[in-house]
């Protein structure tokens, strides 16, 4: 298990459009992350979404589940219930400035496929990939 810290990050755009981006994911996610493929999100209580999705990884379609709990305006929690990052929980919070938001995630980290020495490079290449892909596709909302 890896305990990670990933600060510094910002989006150019106020909180309010950062969590209609967050709802984009469930109609617009093969948009937003193209590499997510067989896409389902639904909503599984109140400010709870489970979402799943399938990439390619090694040449085999590999399954993705997570369990998010959404806290507006402070942020989500997630949980990997299946694939490279089962077991791990996560923290995304959110914290507006002017006209930017800034992203921290925090979290405890395994996998049952990534050895523990090359975890932390994984989970970081995984979020900067996905917050690339978030901050391409927030330039093209309006």
């Given at each position: ?10 989006f ?77 929980k ?10 930017r ?20 490079k ?12 978030d ?8």
């Amino acid at each position: 298990m890896v305990f990670i810290l990933d600060d510094g990050a910002y989006f150019n755009a106020p909180l309010d459009k950062i969590w209609k981006l967050l709802e984009a994911h469930g109609a617009d996610g093969p948009k937003i992350h193209p590499d997510d493929k067989n896409q389902k999100m639904e909503m599984a209580a109140d400010n709870v979404m489970v979402a799943e999705w399938e990439n390619v990884v090694g040449g085999r379609a590999v399954k993705t589940k997570v369990r998010f709990s959404l806290y507006p305006p402070l942020g989500t929690a997630g949980e990997f219930l299946e694939g490279p990052f089962a077991g791990s929980k996560f923290f995304n919070i959110y914290t507006p400035k002017n006209q930017r938001t800034y992203i921290t995630a925090v979290g405890e980290w395994k996998s049952p496929s990534i050895p523990e020495g090359k975890l932390k490079k994984a989970v970081l290449s995984m979020l900067d990939k996905e917050f690339g892909e978030d901050v391409a596709y927030l330039k093209t909302m309006r």
